[in-house]
T-cell receptor
C-alpha cells in the first residue's frame, strides 16, 4: 500500500471553476502537509504548507487537513489557465529528518 | 537570487556506463536533498545532506549510487554502473536550515536532470 494516494487525473475544468484536489495517506506520523505545483519541465514549487489539522488560505488557494480521516485537500477558486500544472501533495513527519513523501500528482488543465 | 541549478538537464547513456549529476544549491542553504522520479511513479526521496554530512540516506536504492557534497556547497550524484531501471528525473532541492524537528524549511527544487539509460 502506498503511503500517499493521489488521483493522477487528468482533470480538466473551465476557467473560473472551483478546483478540488485531494490526497489520502496511511502514515499517522505525518504532521506537515504540503502542496507543490509543478509546471512541465520544471521542478516542484511549494504552494501551501500546513502543520497538523486545520485550514490555511492564501489568495485563491485553500489547504485543508483532516488528520482523523488522513485526508488533505487543496481548493483553487476562480481557476485560471495559468493554474494548469501538476499538483503534488506531500507530507513529512515531525522527526528530525526532513525527507518529504510525495503523492503521484494530479495533472490539472484549466480551459479558457 | 539564483535558484537551485542542476547539470546536465538531460543525459542519455548506455547500460553499464557511469554518469555524474551535479546540483548547485541556493547560496547559504545548508540542507541539500536528492529525489528521483521514475516514470509513472511518485517522486521519491534519496538522501539528505546537512552541509557536507549525510543526514539521511535511507532512500538510496543500492550501492551503485554515490552522493557527495565536498565542502558543503555543490553536490554530485554518481551512478556506476547505470542500469535500465535508473532512468528517471533526478531532482535536487535545498533549504536554509533545520532549526528543530518541530519546524520545516521550505525545500526549493531545481529543474531536474532527466536520465535515460539505454
Amino acid at each position: 500500500q502506498k503511503e500517499v494516494e493521489q488521483d493522477p487525473g487528468p482533470l480538466s475544468v473551465p476557467e473560473g471553476a472551483i478546483v478540488s484536489l485531494n490526497c489520502t495517506y496511511s502514515n499517522s506520523a505525518f504532521q506537515y502537509f504540503m502542496w507543490y505545483r509543478q509546471y512541465s519541465r520544471k521542478g516542484p514549487e511549494l504552494l501551501m504548507y500546513t502543520y497538523s489539522s486545520g485550514n490555511k488560505e492564501d489568495g485563491r488557494f485553500t489547504a485543508q487537513v483532516d488528520k482523523s480521516s488522513k485526508y488533505i485537500s487543496l481548493f483553487i477558486r476562480d481557476s485560471q489557465p495559468s493554474d494548469s500544472a501538476t499538483y503534488l501533495c506531500a507530507m513529512r513527519d515531525s522527526g528530525g529528518y526532513q525527507k518529504v513523501t510525495f503523492g503521484i500528482g494530479t495533472k490539472l488543465q484549466v480551459i479558457p | 537570487e539564483a535558484g537551485v541549478t542542476q547539470f546536465p538537464s538531460h543525459s542519455v547513456i548506455e547500460k553499464g556506463q557511469t554518469v555524474t549529476l551535479r546540483c548547485d544549491p541556493i547560496s547559504g542553504h545548508d540542507n541539500l536533498y536528492w529525489y528521483r522520479r521514475v516514470m509513472g511513479k511518485e517522486i521519491k526521496f534519496l538522501l539528505h545532506f546537512v552541509k557536507e554530512s549525510k543526514q539521511d540516506e535511507s532512500g538510496m536504492p543500492n550501492n551503485r549510487f554515490l552522493a557527495e557534497r565536498t565542502g558543503g556547497t555543490y553536490s554530485t550524484l554518481k551512478v556506476q554502473p547505470a542500469e535500465l531501471e535508473d532512468s528517471g528525473v533526478y531532482f535536487c532541492a535545498s533549504s536554509v536550515r533545520t532549526v528543530s524537528s518541530s519546524s520545516t524549511d521550505t525545500q526549493y527544487f531545481g529543474p531536474g536532470t532527466r536520465l535515460t539509460v539505454l
